[in-house]
């Protein structure tokens, strides 16, 4: 069993910026692929950004060139690096990770809030 935890969200400004981190824990496979989902109220999860063990990336279209996805494999953690944030951004945000095609295990949630 995974065990995910995120931590680094909170309320800010559009324009301003925020860094959530994801620590991994417990029978870890290798490689694996970790990631950034999110949900707003009302909507479905949606991909935000992914990252495999040899750091190859995937962002959606929305957050290309102001979210930057990383990751740390001795620290076993996933970090995200969002700038220039949008009212359009405030969602519950998810860590995970999977194996192949599949994203096996998911963090709590963290909340992100951007005022206007």
């Known amino acids: 069993q995974v065990q995910l935890a995120e931590s680094g969200g909170g309320l800010v400004q559009a324009g301003g910026s925020l860094r959530l981190a994801c620590a991994a824990s417990?029978?870890?496979?290798?490689?694996?692929?970790m990631g950034w989902y999110r949900q707003a109220p009302g909507k479905q999860r949606e991909l935000v950004a992914t990252?495999?063990?040899?750091?190859?990336?995937n962002y959606a279209d929305s957050v290309k060139g102001r979210f930057t996805i990383s990751r740390d494999n001795a620290k076993k953690e996933v970090y995200l690096q969002m700038n220039t944030l949008k009212p359009e951004d405030t969602a519950a945000y998810y860590c995970?990770?999977?194996?192949?095609?599949?994203?096996?295990?998911w963090g709590q949630g963290i909340q992100v809030t951007v005022s206007s």
């Open positions: 417990g029978s870890i496979f290798w490689p694996n692929t």
């Open positions: 995970a990770l999977g194996y192949r095609t599949s994203m096996n295990y």
């Open positions: 990252i495999s063990v040899s750091r190859a990336t």
